[in-house]
């Protein structure tokens, strides 16, 4: 393994346990009884976006097309990012300075990681083309593991615990 790839590796780690530390403080600041479902579901489509990104690198050569949906990924994922923010900010809930630190990291690594991805395949990028070709060859079963696992445990299966404790409180408020 290449050192340019075990800091990669150490940067989507420490990227993935600021997501779980981002978890942490909604839990403490009772999102699921403040912000709510609404706040949930912006982190469900960020997780998205960003997963979508993370097998479009998996998964297909560099090129312009791929350069070109990792953008849109990235700018949409600071949309959202954006209407995360408003609504935490209009709830009752109090938005730490730990957790505006946290939202920074989690702000800015799309971008940084963007760059870094551009950057590392620049020659091949750009003669790569337009259209989406499959890798070859496709990494391993156990690459695709060691990058999706730690997401799954880290952010996915919070976010999925967050949701459904936010649809709780919301079902159990419509009730009184």
Same mark, same amino acid.
């Given at each position: ?110 971008? #940084?990681?963007?760059?870094?991805? *551009?950057?590392?395949?620049? $020659? !091949?990028?750009? &003669?790569?083309?337009? /259209?989406?070709? =499959? @890798? ?10 060691? #990058?999706?696992?730690?997401?799954? *445990?880290?952010?996915?299966? $919070? !976010?999925?615990? &967050?949701?459904?404790? /936010?649809?709780? =409180? @919301? ?6």
């Amino acid at each position: 393994m290449t050192t340019e790839l075990r800091i990669a590796g150490a940067a989507y780690l420490a990227w993935l346990a600021c997501g779980l530390c981002d978890f942490i403080a909604h839990w403490r600041t009772d999102l699921p009884h403040t912000s709510g479902f609404a706040e949930s579901a912006t982190h469900l489509v960020q997780l998205a976006l960003l997963g979508v990104a993370v097998v479009i690198v998996l998964g297909f050569e560099p090129g312009q097309g791929s350069a070109m949906l990792l953008l849109l990924l990235v700018l949409a994922h600071a949309v959202v990012g954006y209407v995360d923010t408003r609504i935490a900010f209009a709830a009752p809930r109090v938005v730490s300075p730990f957790e505006q630190h946290v939202h920074s990291v989690l702000d800015m690594a799309p971008v #940084v990681a963007l760059g870094w991805y *551009a950057a590392s395949t620049w $020659p !091949a990028a750009v &003669e790569g083309g337009w /259209a989406l070709q =499959a @890798r070859r060859p496709m990494p391993s079963a156990a690459a695709w593991f060691a #990058v999706l696992a730690p997401a799954m *445990a880290l952010c996915v299966v $919070p !976010a999925l615990f &967050e949701s459904r404790a /936010a649809w709780r =409180a @919301r079902a159990t408020a419509a009730r009184r």
